[in-house]
T-cell receptor, first 113, second 115 residues
Framework: EPEVTQTPSHQVTQMGQEVILRCVPI?????FYWYRQILGQKVEFLVS????????KSEIFDDQFSVERPDGSNFTLKIRSTKLEDSAMYFC???????????FGPGTRLTVL | AQTVTQSQPEMSVQEAETVTLSCTYD???????LFWYKQPPSRQMILVIR??????QNATENRFSVNFQKAAKSFSLKISDSQLGDAAMYFC????????????FGTGTRLKVLA
């Protein structure tokens, strides 16, 4: 069964450094999402991406964040200058044209020191 | 803006017993989708069950069923014959029928299954 994959599973970085989180959505899906989950808190929407552009972003998704689909298969989330409060689990999700539900990746745990 | 509330941070159930997890939501929309996702310790979220708001019939998937009360904006999950593998964090999620299809999640309920 096709699944969403994410790399790395765990990323440790120093405050102020740039990080890129990678996702490979299910191949025929058209809608892509990033969510984050700070430890012990709820899952929060960050951004949605469709037709090679951002379709919606939350207040969390400020100028430090960007997304890209560089090669038609990968979907990346970049944080330009990480802050301590960016430490969280980041989930990628994708959705097909017909499906009603999103399929989630296993997440990347980001730790900012 | 839509909100989702899960008022039970943690629930416990004996193996083989039945448990109900609560979820309420707030929306001004008339058509939408509701989901229950399971997040085991491995952290990947897995869809348990979904409900289309325009359908009056409650969704059922094997041991999992929902009680969808549209007027009350309530969407509870019933797990029958609980198994050890059901232990996980359960998230209720709302999605509009149109737009970007983003999810709005509740805070989750941690379910413990006691042997």
């Amino acid at each position: 069964e096709p699944e969403v994959t994410q790399t790395p599973s765990h990323q440790v970085t120093q405050m102020g450094q740039e990080v890129i989180l990678r996702c490979v959505p299910i191949s025929n899906h058209l809608y892509f999402y990033w969510y984050r989950q700070i430890l012990g808190q709820k899952v929060e929407f960050l951004v949605s991406f469709y037709n090679n552009e951002i379709s919606e972003k939350s207040e969390i998704f400020d100028d430090q964040f960007s997304v890209e689909r560089p090669d038609g298969s990968n979907f990346t989330l970049k944080i330009r200058s990480t802050k301590l409060e960016d430490s969280a689990m980041y989930f990628c999700a994708s959705k097909g044209q017909i499906n009603n539900e999103q399929f989630f990746g296993p997440g990347t745990r980001l730790t900012v020191l | 803006a839509q909100t989702v509330t899960q008022s039970q941070p943690e629930m416990s159930v004996q193996e083989a017993e039945t448990v109900t997890l609560s979820c309420t939501y707030d929306t001004s929309e008339s058509d939408y989708y509701l989901f229950w996702y399971k997040q085991p310790p491995s952290r990947q979220m897995i869809l348990v069950i979904r409900q289309e708001a325009y359908k009056q019939q409650n969704a059922t998937e094997n041991r999992f069923s929902v009680n969808f009360q549209k007027a009350a904006k309530s969407f509870s999950l019933k797990i029958s014959d609980s198994q050890l593998g059901d232990a996980a964090m359960y998230f209720c999620a709302y999605r509009s029928r149109s737009g970007t299809y983003k999810y709005i999640f509740g805070t989750g309920t941690r379910l413990k299954v006691l042997a």
